[in-house]
């Protein structure tokens, strides 16, 4: 039985350090000034608060069931996206970072965070701009005709001590200036990336001259496999909305319709006529593991010696190529200040009601220490996930339903604060690892497919998208919605939205075309600005509280927007609601 004098010490403290906690977060959300830069302060304050609870963190949880299903949940929907990934790099890199690479980061960094992380409930993973990011970077390596693993060495480790320096010197408070124009405009780049992306990986091996026929039916096949898969994500995604079955197995239906599509369309891929591989044809692509069964080795062709685990900073390098690997180092910190302290604040959302208080100074100096043994060993580093971190904090809280407003909202409540679940996905990472062999039964059509699903989702539920689509309705059809019924004339919402979509396109076409794409995150990090100086001048305050609101904090609990990088009418601007939505627990969401 638990000491009852150390329980209510530690209560003690969740109190003492909850109400100082929530009173900065307010002051940091709903300030206009710069903030001011102090040497160490959040760190202090966020050890100050998270040390006397590390080992409650640790305890036997409330309810153990709700631990474990929330566990497998986030293992399920963090591997799916991390396999379509994998694959990405595996292709850009010409497979020195592939999929035995990819899991082996996403257990190890995960392990790292799960220990030493103030706030344990944010999930860290390979994400779709880090994949594109690295491997603009490959490229850059041979420009400095540098040993890749080498400036891959130096890009983690200048990363790792600009994350550690912001996180000392106070740089984190700064991701408040962020509002729903940016992370509107990022989602809209994420979503058409992961579109272009799928649907050039499914078609481009479809070769309409110089092709052998049984090349070109396999290619033909792929392609089938990835459309079935798209549909049957798509369908299962509004499985909610179905009038058959109950609402339990309803909900199952969506939350694991990602992971349903992939065994059924991985099953049927086997069936004669569609696997292509009989009578010496070239069969249907698969997720290629060079190793099989991978023996914990770095990945290589067969035939060919592995590299060691472990880089050496100066081999095939020099003093041009050392400092070279800076810039895309800048790129990718500019990357993760962004995703990672976004995915921080909306796991840690008012609405789930948690009682332990936030970290983010001293979680994101641990986000730099991360870095370190990714560049050692050769293995792509992550960020903050989302959706699947927050999906994390829903899967933890009890869900109930209330009318508010007249509304019907969820409400979240009890919410298992622990580190189990995070270390617990973690180490089933490690375990697929020892049946990889699993992985290459898999279509790469399926993943596609799957890929295109998630960039459609995620398209679906953007503001921008949701005003271009208002655009081509009759002006009486328009639903007076804020942006419609209190703007000043609907020629200012398409001018701020034609600003938002030239920002995407920009950003696009450099991160897919250019030579120096590996950029692109230096023009993520300009839509503040341009949103602070540019957008004022051309738009009035009044239209702005309208399309951009400031963001707000609450201490309604109820609310399900308060604490998010919210609007006044409801929805995340960030857009990823809708993408949170189609991966929802079965059981504890």
């Not at 638990?2 to 100082?20: C, F, H, I, Q, Y």
């Amino acid at each position: 039985m638990d000491d009852p004098t150390l329980a209510e010490g530690t209560m003690e403290a969740m109190r003492n350090v909850k109400k100082s906690t929530k009173n900065e977060v307010i002051r940091e959300s709903s300030s206009t000034k710069t903030p001011t830069i102090q040497f160490l302060t959040g760190m202090k304050k966020d050890l100050a608060a998270r040390v006397p609870l590390y080992w409650d963190d640790w305890k036997c949880p409330r309810s153990p069931i709700k631990v474990l299903n929330a566990t497998w949940f986030v293992f399920v929907v963090q591997l799916i996206p991390a396999l379509i990934f994998a694959e990405l790099l595996d292709r850009q890199t010409q497979g020195r970072l592939a999929v035995a690479e990819v899991i082996l980061s996403a257990g190890l960094i995960s392990v790292i965070y799960a220990l030493l992380a103030g706030q344990p409930l944010v999930l860290l993973g390979i994400t779709g701009p880090v994949a594109i990011l690295l491997g603009k970077s490959y490229r850059l390596a041979e420009d400095y005709d540098a040993e890749y693993f080498t400036f891959f060495w130096w890009l983690c480790m200048w990363a790792a001590l600009l994350h550690m320096l912001s996180a000392m010197f106070g740089v984190v408070n700064f991701v408040w200036h962020i509002s729903s124009f940016s992370t509107q405009t990022f989602e809209l780049f994420i979503a058409t990336t992961f579109i272009y992306q799928s649907i050039r990986e499914l078609v481009q091996d479809i070769h309409f001259r110089d092709a052998q026929s049984d090349e070109r039916s396999a290619a033909y096949a792929s392609l089938v496999v990835g459309a079935m898969t798209f549909v049957i994500c798509w369908k299962l995604h509004f499985a909610e909305q179905w009038d058959h079955f109950n609402a339990s197995f309803r909900t199952f239906l969506k939350s694991y319709n990602m992971l349903i599509a992939l065994v059924v369309m991985t099953a049927l891929s086997y069936l004669p006529g569609v696997a292509q591989d009989s009578d010496g044809r070239k069969g249907i692509e698969r997720v290629f593991i060079r190793r099989d069964p991978w023996d914990w080795r770095p990945t290589t062709e067969p035939g060919i010696e592995p590299r060691p685990w472990v880089a050496d900073p100066l081999d095939g390098i020099d003093v041009r190529g050392i400092f070279g690997a800076l810039f895309p180092a800048f790129m990718l910190y500019l990357l993760f200040f962004i995703d990672h302290n976004i995915s921080s604040i909306m796991t840690q959302a008012p609405k789930y009601n948690l009682k332990k208080p936030s970290a983010y100074h001293w979680d994101f100096f641990v986000l730099g220490l991360t870095m370190i043994p990714c560049g050692i060993m050769g293995i792509p580093p992550g960020s903050g996930l989302i959706p699947e971190a927050p999906l994390h904090s829903k899967s933890l809280c009890t869900r109930k339903f209330k009318i508010i407003d007249g509304v019907r909202r969820e409400v979240f409540s009890d919410c298992e604060e622990q580190r189990w679940s995070n270390m617990g996905q973690a180490l089933l990472m490690f375990a697929i690892l020892a049946v990889i062999v699993v992985i290459s039964w898999i279509p790469v059509g399926c993943l596609f497919g799957i890929f295109l699903y998630l960039g459609v989702d995620a398209m679906h539920g953007n503001e921008i998208w949701e005003r271009i689509n208002l655009m081509l309705m009759r002006p009486k059809r328009r639903p007076p919605i804020p942006a419609v019924a209190k703007t000043s004339s609907w020629r200012v919402v398409q001018l701020y939205t034609f600003i938002q979509f030239s920002l995407m396109a920009v950003t696009f076409g450099i991160a897919q075309f250019a030579t120096w794409g590996y950029a692109f995150p230096a023009l993520i990090a300009c839509y503040v600005p341009v949103r602070s100086f540019v957008v004022p001048k051309l738009i009035s305050a009044e239209d702005l509280k309208q399309l951009d609101p400031p963001t707000r904090v609450s201490d309604d609990d109820d609310d399900e927007t308060s604490g998010e990088l919210s609007s006044e009418k409801g929805p995340d601007p960030t857009g990823k609601e809708s993408l949170e939505d189609s991966t929802r627990d079965a059981i504890n969401v």
